[in-house]
């Protein structure tokens, strides 16, 4: 479900150790849960090759056509 503001609302569960300790890393640098949670899942996109703008999946979508494939021109074997 959409908000307002355009971002989709998630409930998340985590263990009381995880919570604590993600609550003090965000404490520690002065951030909130959410702008953790926000890089956090940021860095798992990019570890996949997951696009997240409308400009980096046109981008992808281009690279993956098999037209746009250059292929190395073969080594002479002398």
Same mark, same amino acid.
């Given at each position: 479900? *959409?908000?307002?503001?355009?971002?989709?609302?998630?409930?998340?569960g985590?263990?009381?150790?995880?919570?604590?300790? @993600?609550?003090?890393?965000?404490?520690?640098?002065?951030?909130? @849960?959410?702008?953790?949670?926000?890089?956090?899942?940021?860095?798992? @996109?990019?570890?996949?090759?997951?696009?997240?703008?409308?400009?980096?999946?046109?981008?992808?979508? *281009?690279?993956?056509?098999?037209?746009?494939?250059?292929?190395?021109?073969?080594?002479?074997?002398?």
């Amino acid at each position: 479900m *959409a908000a307002k503001d355009g971002s989709v609302r998630r409930r998340i569960g985590f263990d009381v150790e995880t919570y604590h300790a @993600l609550d003090r890393l965000a404490k520690d640098r002065m951030q909130t @849960l959410q702008e953790l949670a926000d890089e956090a899942f940021r860095d798992l @996109l990019k570890k996949h090759r997951r696009p997240t703008t409308l400009k980096e999946m046109l981008r992808e979508s *281009a690279r993956s056509q098999p037209a746009n494939d250059h292929a190395r021109p073969a080594r002479r074997v002398r």
